[in-house]
């Protein structure tokens, strides 16, 4: 069983911090790629950010770059997503995704939680 739960989104104001988290099951954390998506609204789904197996190699959106780290704590079955900085911008559903690769999350992914909501204020 794949099952894939974000956890962590809410409102925070411009310029502080929150921290998503992923839970998995199954496949999901022994994967090669593990990611985050996200959609703003009334835009398209663009790519986040995406990290291996280990979290040992990670590959961000030129957007978020120097402001969010994604991680990798396969001993706790969870991908961690620390935003910083966060801008009105980043104001979107957050979507946790899985593939086999980085290259498959950075291209759409394979499997998809249901997002969780991150709202930012001025």
């Known amino acids: 069983q794949v099952q894939l739960v974000e956890s962590g989104g809410g409102l925070v104001q411009a310029g502080g911090s929150l921290r998503l988290s992923c839970a998995g099951s199954?496949?999901?954390?022994?994967?090669?790629?593990m990611g985050w998506w996200r959609q703003p609204p009334g835009k398209e789904r663009e790519f986040v950010a995406t990290?291996?197996?280990?979290?040992?190699?990670?590959y961000y959106a030129g957007s978020v770059k120097g402001r969010f780290t994604i991680s990798r704590d396969n001993a706790k079955n969870t991908v961690p997503l620390q935003m910083n900085n966060l801008q009105p911008e980043d104001r979107a559903v957050y979507y946790c995704?899985?593939?086999?690769?980085?290259?498959?999350?950075?291209?759409?992914?394979?499997?998809w939680g249901q997002g969780t909501q991150v709202t930012v204020s001025s």
């Open positions: 990290s291996s197996s280990t979290g040992g190699t990670t």
């Open positions: 995704v899985a593939a086999q690769s980085m290259s498959g999350v950075r291209g759409g992914g394979e499997n």
């Open positions: 199954g496949r999901t954390f022994s994967s090669s790629g």
